[in-house]
């Protein structure tokens, strides 16, 4: 499967306000919770609830991203207020259209986490989704199966990218950014132990990418090729493991 190269997006930049992270820490607690509880009754052995993203970056499309079986569920935080009998989203329609889309593209679930601003508290009990594109509460176990999907563009894109953070963090080197956006790149920005900023541009499975992004200050630039590819069959499909070899940072040239 091969990243999209023709593809952009006008990403949203969210304003990380006090509001925002304390909203987006009781989101992750409250839903890390409901899996600890779930997981731990059903005994899933990697078939149950698990993360793909949970670490703030901006601009993106979503807050945070998890997998339950054969579905990935992309959750974009929406703050809301209550003016008489109507309810006020402070999330805009630009942002969750773009979760629609890119949701869309790469067979995701966009979903709405609300959070009243007044007690910032989640808006309802139990797991408190809503499906973006209808702005109805959903029952996520009527949307999960058994039957196999194969892994999206996004997926791979984050699995890369998601590679090479460890492979660097291990290697002592500092985080700056990252993004894992669909046709964003560079995708990592990093601090590397003598001080020097450097980016990196991933791409997956030997599928070239271009840095489309404009980046300002000097930064030394590398390249890097994560492979990953199903074992046992011909595609990787959710929930199943799959071989991935990364092969160290290249320097480009300019």
Known sequence: MALS?????????????????????????????????????????????????TKIITPSFDSMTFRYKNQVF????????????????????????????????????????????????PATGSWNLFDTRTDKKINL????????????????SNW????VRNYLERDGNKIISFNDSPGISPNVFFEDKSGNKNWVLISVNGKHQNSNVKINGDFQKFS???????INAEKIYRSNVAQVK????????D
């Open 5 to 53: 190269q023709d593809k952009t997006y006008p990403l949203e930049n969210i304003k990380l306000t006090k509001e925002y992270i304390d909203a987006w820490k009781i989101t992750g607690l409250h839903l890390q919770k409901l899996f600890n509880e779930y997981n731990k009754i059903e005994n899933t052995q990697g078939n149950g609830f698990n993360w793909l993203r």
């Open 74 to 121: 992309s959750i974009l935080i929406d703050l809301i207020e209550f003016d008489d009998d109507k309810v006020i989203s402070k999330t805009t329609q630009a942002a969750k259209d773009l979760q629609i889309k890119i949701c869309a593209e790469n067979n995701l679930l966009p979903c709405l986490f609300k959070i009243k601003i007044r007690n910032m508290k």
């Open 141 to 156: 176990f009527d949307l999960v199966s058994d039957t196999p999907i194969e892994i999206s563009d996004w997926e791979l």
């Open 160 to 163: 890369a990218v998601s590679t």
């Open 224 to 230: 890097a090729n994560v492979l990953i590819n199903p």
């Open 246 to 253: 990364y092969s160290g940072l290249k320097p480009i040239k």
